[in-house]
């Protein structure tokens, strides 16, 4: 095989990210593929630029920010977001099969009134698998406070795979799965 056969298209790159604010650079040269089905992780000291790099993937940089670089997600590319404090991006007072069925409704609108329910049903049941989270029928009776901080991680990462993101920014890796 040529090696063009072998390459492999990345559904994110960033190359040469520098983020300056007054003047001081709080990113500079960050080089990175994202190749799809991979995980991709930035390491490094409290304060080095994590969560800056892996906002500009959502376009999203500090107020003031001078940026010089290129950040490319493929047209289409979907690019969801898990904070490392998920709470603070639920409704605490709907149940999480609420917070997830707006979702999934919007995913199958177009099929007849009769299919949506269970398609519906079909596509919550396997964002939260997709997102490891165990027991589902009991998780989706709960609020939110409910929730340890793992299980509300995957709770926000089932959102994004429910909207149909390709990438995923985890600004804190998922905790272990809790059963």
């Given at each position: 095989m040529t090696q063009e056969l072998n390459r492999v298209d990345p559904v994110a790159q960033i190359a040469n990210l520098r983020v300056e604010i007054d003047g001081r650079a709080i990113v500079d040269g960050v080089n990175?593929?994202?190749l799809p089905g991979r995980v991709t992780a930035l390491v490094g000291a409290s304060g080095s630029g994590k969560t800056t790099t892996g906002l500009a993937l959502l376009g999203e940089y500090p107020s003031g920010a001078r940026v010089t670089g290129d950040v490319r997600v493929p047209?289409?590319?979907?690019?969801g977001?898990?904070?490392q404090h998920p709470a603070a991006v639920l409704n605490p007072a709907r149940r999480v099969c609420a917070l997830l069925n707006d979702i999934a409704r919007t995913q199958v609108r177009h099929l007849p009134r009769r299919e949506?329910?269970?398609?519906?049903?079909e596509l919550l049941l396997r964002a939260l698998a997709d997102a490891q989270l165990p027991d589902a029928e009991a998780l989706l009776r709960r609020f939110p406070h409910q929730l340890s901080g793992g299980q509300q991680q995957r709770v926000v990462l089932a959102q994004a795979l429910l909207l149909g993101a390709r990438v995923i920014v985890a600004d804190e890796p998922?905790?272990?799965r809790t059963h």
């Open positions: 990175l593929r994202v047209e289409g590319g979907l690019v977001y898990v904070p949506r329910r269970a398609a519906t049903r998922p905790r272990a």
